[in-house]
């Protein structure tokens, strides 16, 4: 077996287990609310988000493709096979670090920051292609300020709408409509998530000239969905008590205006192919509604540290796919 199918064998496995990490890493955040109001019991909650992940990543490849080619050109990638394997394991060792403190990083940013940190590692700044990178970067740092606005002004409707109504049946029947938003956000997860592994494991193909486009294969499309269905049942458990009660307290009516507008947001930047970070778009949301709710109700400590998270991930995760791909680059 020669080495060139033996590491590529490494970054299809390595992609899974990232998509399998971000399953029970992200997800947590899709459901977050809906545990947290009780709508759901934590096993319903995972079983359902799995089982959403799975068909939202079966639906669409677009993002998929925007990662095989928008930050590298994988065609002209020098080196580019220990490159994207360096990329990977920065990203999981991230990821695994920041489950394990129980903070909602981004898994998209550690993702794109590692795969830009091994290129330049490589082959210097010029190794990225700067249109697509840019226009990446762009949607990742403009999708979170769109989840708080959208959802300040959908909870602002929320409170004209039934400031009348009984607030005990209110919540009661905004307990029942959650199940199918988290239903929803749960399958918008899967249509921008597991499209990232999707992505890097085309990339792969093509650096190692096992295809000649960026169409996503069927079975690259299916083992990533699976996994990530697989990771969601996992559960996130350290994650969901961060965002389903540390930064506000959410009742029903809360995580119903949280959930519609995560799912909105990221599903608009499915459908025009741009990946987000579900982390960021979630945890937004629920901030745009709790200052819409009672400002002084927002626990800011808590959105502080994760807002220091999301600004430090990039640069991090890039310098850490830059060390890494320097020590593989010894052996390969």
């Given at each position: 077996m020669d080495t060139i199918l033996i590491l590529t064998i490494l970054i299809v496995a390595a992609a899974l287990a990232f998509d399998f990490i971000n399953g029970f890493h992200d997800t947590a955040n899709a459901i977050a609310t809906s545990v947290s109001t009780k709508a759901l019991k934590p096993r319903h909650a995972i079983i359902l988000a799995a089982g959403m992940n799975f068909v939202g990543a079966m639906t669409f490849?677009?993002?998929?493709?925007?990662?095989?080619?928008?930050?590298?050109?994988?065609?002209?990638?020098?080196?580019?096979?220990?490159?994207?394997?360096?990329?990977?394991?920065?990203?999981?060792?991230?990821?695994?670090?920041?489950?394990?403190?129980?903070?909602?990083?981004?898994?998209?940013?550690?993702?794109?920051?590692?795969?830009?940190?091994?290129?330049?590692?490589?082959?210097?700044?010029?190794?990225?292609?700067?249109?697509?990178?840019?226009?990446?970067?762009?949607?990742?740092?403009?999708?979170?300020?769109?989840?708080?606005?959208?959802?300040?002004?959908?909870?602002?409707?929320?409170?004209?709408?039934?400031?009348?109504?009984?607030?005990?049946?209110?919540?009661?029947?905004?307990?029942?409509?959650?199940?199918?938003?988290?239903?929803?956000?749960?399958?918008?997860?899967?249509?921008?998530?597991?499209?990232?592994?999707?992505?890097?494991?085309?990339?792969?193909?093509?650096?190692?000239?096992?295809?000649?486009?960026?169409?996503?294969?069927?079975?690259?499309?299916?083992?990533?969905?699976?996994?990530m269905g697989l990771g969601t049942s996992i559960g996130g458990w350290k994650i969901i008590k961060t965002v389903g009660g540390k930064i506000m307290k959410i009742r029903p009516v809360n995580g119903v205006a949280a959930d519609l507008t995560g799912a909105a947001v990221i599903f608009g930047a499915t459908a025009i192919h741009l990946p987000v970070s579900t982390t960021h778009v979630i945890s937004s949301s629920i901030l745009g509604v709790g200052s819409a709710h009672r400002v002084k109700g927002v626990k800011w400590g808590t959105a502080q540290r994760m807002l220091i998270t999301w600004v430090i991930t990039l640069p991090i995760s890039a310098s850490l796919a830059a060390i890494i791909y320097s020590i593989l680059n010894l052996f390969f």
């Open positions: 490849t677009g993002v998929a493709k925007t990662i095989t080619k928008d930050i590298v050109d994988p065609f002209t990638l020098e080196n580019g096979t220990t490159v994207i394997l360096a990329a990977l394991l920065a990203a999981i060792a991230w990821n695994l670090i920041t489950w394990y403190y129980g903070i909602p990083s981004s898994s998209s940013h550690a993702l794109i920051g590692s795969i830009a940190g091994a290129a330049i590692a490589a082959a210097g700044f010029s190794a990225l292609n700067y249109t697509g990178f840019i226009k990446i970067i762009q949607a990742l740092l403009f999708s979170p300020i769109l989840a708080f606005v959208i959802g300040f002004i959908v909870y602002s409707i929320f409170k004209v709408v039934f400031k009348n109504s009984n607030l005990a049946k209110t919540n009661r029947n905004f307990r029942f409509i959650q199940i199918g938003t988290a239903a929803l956000q749960s399958f918008t997860h899967g249509t921008n998530d597991a499209q990232k592994a999707m992505g890097i494991i085309t990339m792969a193909l093509i650096v190692n000239n096992y295809q000649t486009s960026e169409d996503i294969q069927t079975w690259v499309q299916f083992s990533c969905a699976l996994a």
